[in-house]
């Protein structure tokens, strides 16, 4: 799956690489379910686990202040808190899919919908 054409698009798209029906990224969500749910008990494993989901955030916020930019996206709450919305949600419905309590067109309708809560409906750039 290509990253798309406009930041908006990159956003969207950089949400749903985390839910494709191939064995690699299967593993590697469950994989990182384990280990965040390992953190609870293991101290240790923590910080590694903040960093990677701080740099993950701040990959989704930059998207977002791009979109906003462009005059792709409604102005709103700080582009920050938007990706640590939008990346919990991912890995919330994740787990549902990977667990069998969604389908996997489910969770990607899920995401799709909370990019225009979050970012309001797509608008064209001037």
Known sequence: MELGEDPREQLELLLLLELQDIPAVRENSAA???????AVFNPGLREPLNASTRAWADDVAGLVGQA????LAAAGADPLDVAERLTALVEGVSE????????????RELVKGAVVAELGPRQEAP
């Open 32 to 38: 990182w379910g384990e280990l965040r749910a390992s």
């Open 96 to 107: 549902r899919w990977l667990s069998g309590s969604a389908t996997l067109e489910r969770a």
């Open 68 to 71: 906003r930019a462009a005059g």
